[in-house]
């Protein structure tokens, strides 16, 4: 191909939104002629070279709008040093099914367990199958609900938190809330029940949730449209982080001597 057809055939690639491609295209080419390949194969190469860069760019897009405090995928995570953790389910949640069907999951246990690192894991995982996802601590999020209503912004706040497949609350039981930050946050958990996932880290049991919401009527409600259809992990071991610690201090000092 001449030099100038070449040009032109990357600038029609742009035009169609084949960036990849046309980025790509210079070095297929002259891999093409070294090796010999056929079209078909030429243009097979081209096409997945594409494919895989739309699939990076749309999992950098799906990352960057969960928000993620801190980048910790699965394989960050030490299985071995939770024995007690449900292996089957926890890697069940590494898939589709729970988002499709959703089923919300709540993780309960000390702090220090593991929780939030468990919890941005998998919704890493769910990144990678391309569901919206949104990381945000209860805390967080009700403080923005408040701001919004002040603002009038609030039923579109409540909506855009209802569109994300997965809605990660992370640290429930922490802070507790005024009586109108535990109705906002009803509100959007109740606009979102059967529609899109929920996923909660908390340091308490469903007996003391009303610590946090005051009222037992609806924490009862809430309670109640959560465990619908849940997974509940139960994380009892003692603090996993200082297990962590330990054993990179155990590992450093096998480096000194």
């Given at each position: 191909?001449?030099?100038?057809?070449?040009?032109?055939?990357?600038?029609?690639?742009?035009?169609?939104n084949?960036?990849?491609?046309?980025?790509?295209?210079?070095?297929?080419?002259?891999?093409?002629?070294?090796?010999?390949?056929?079209?078909d194969?030429?243009?097979?190469?081209?096409?997945?070279?594409?494919?895989?860069?739309?699939?990076?760019?749309?999992?950098?897009?799906?990352?960057?709008?969960?928000?993620?405090?801190?980048?910790?995928?699965?394989?960050?995570?030490?299985?071995?040093?939770?024995?007690?953790?449900?292996?089957?389910l926890?890697?069940?949640?590494t898939g589709?099914?729970?988002?499709?069907?959703?089923?919300?999951v709540?993780?309960?246990?000390?702090?220090?367990?593991?929780?939030?690192?468990?919890?941005?894991?998998?919704g890493?995982?769910?990144?990678?199958?391309?569901?919206?996802?949104?990381?945000v601590?209860?805390?967080?999020?009700?403080?923005?609900l408040?701001?919004?209503?002040?603002?009038?912004?609030?039923?579109r706040?409540?909506?855009?938190?209802?569109?994300?497949?997965?809605?990660?609350?992370?640290?429930?039981?922490?802070?507790?809330?005024?009586?109108?930050?535990?109705?906002?946050?009803?509100?959007?958990?109740?606009?979102?029940?059967?529609k899109?996932?929920?996923?909660?880290?908390?340091?308490?049991?469903?007996?003391?949730?009303t610590?946090?919401?005051?009222?037992q009527?609806?924490?009862?409600?809430l309670?109640d449209?959560?465990?619908?259809?849940?997974?509940?992990?139960?994380?009892?071991?003692?603090?996993?982080?200082?297990?962590?610690?330990?054993?990179?201090?155990?590992?450093?000092?096998?480096?000194?001597?």
């Open positions: 191909m001449k030099a100038g057809a070449l040009m032109e055939l990357q600038e029609n690639l742009k035009t169609l084949l960036s990849a491609m046309a980025r790509n295209m210079e070095g297929f080419v002259r891999q093409a002629r070294e090796t010999g390949i056929g079209y194969e030429f243009i097979f190469n081209l096409t997945v070279s594409e494919l895989q860069a739309r699939s990076e760019s749309r999992l950098n897009r799906r990352i960057r709008e969960a928000k993620f405090p801190l980048i910790k995928p699965l394989e960050t995570f030490d299985l071995a040093a939770v024995p007690e953790l449900d292996l089957r926890f890697r069940e949640l589709e099914s729970y988002i499709k069907e959703h089923r919300n709540i993780f309960l246990g000390k702090s220090g367990a593991g929780k939030t690192h468990m919890a941005t894991a998998l890493l995982e769910a990144c990678k199958n391309n569901f919206r996802t949104r990381f601590t209860c805390y967080g999020l009700v403080n923005e408040i701001e919004a209503r002040q603002e009038r912004t609030l039923q706040l409540i909506q855009r938190y209802v569109r994300y497949d997965l809605l990660i609350l992370d640290e429930l039981g922490y802070v507790p809330f005024s009586r109108e930050g535990s109705e906002l946050l009803f509100q959007v958990l109740a606009e979102r029940h059967e899109g996932s929920v996923m909660i880290t908390t340091n308490l049991g469903f007996a003391d949730w610590q946090i919401f005051g009222d009527v609806m924490t009862g409600a309670l449209r959560l465990t619908h259809r849940a997974h509940i992990i139960n994380c009892p071991w003692d603090s996993y982080r200082l297990k962590q610690s330990l054993k990179e201090k155990r590992k450093h000092a096998g480096k000194e001597k």
